[in-house]
């Protein structure tokens, strides 16, 4: 029982690992794991990326085509992974 709850104690005494993910070619840092695309993207603006929450969110895979990513789907965010905020098409 004790070294069950010394071993508690540590993990909550770490301090949360940041995931650095990149929008627009800009660094953006999280202290979840996970996050909705809206979420991606606000965090983005209020650490300086030029964008605006009505933006369409994209993940970039390397070669393979981009994938839309919703205001309301959750993302499980990984180090070094790479995301694309564009303007809505004005249709009017």
């Given at each position: 029982?004790?070294?069950e709850s010394t071993q508690n104690a540590e993990l909550?005494?770490?301090k949360p690992k940041t995931?650095?993910?990149n929008v627009n070619?800009?660094?953006v840092t999280f202290s979840e794991h996970k996050a909705t695309g809206l979420e991606i993207k606000q965090t983005a603006?209020?650490?300086g990326v030029a964008i605006q929450e009505?933006?369409?969110l994209f993940e970039v895979k390397g070669n393979s085509p981009l994938k839309q990513i919703g205001d309301c789907e959750t993302v499980t965010l990984h180090e070094g992974q790479k995301f694309?905020?564009?303007a809505?098409?004005?249709n009017s």
């Open positions: 029982m004790q070294i909550l005494a770490k995931i650095t993910v070619e800009r660094p603006i209020k650490q009505d933006f369409v694309r905020a564009t809505p098409d004005d």
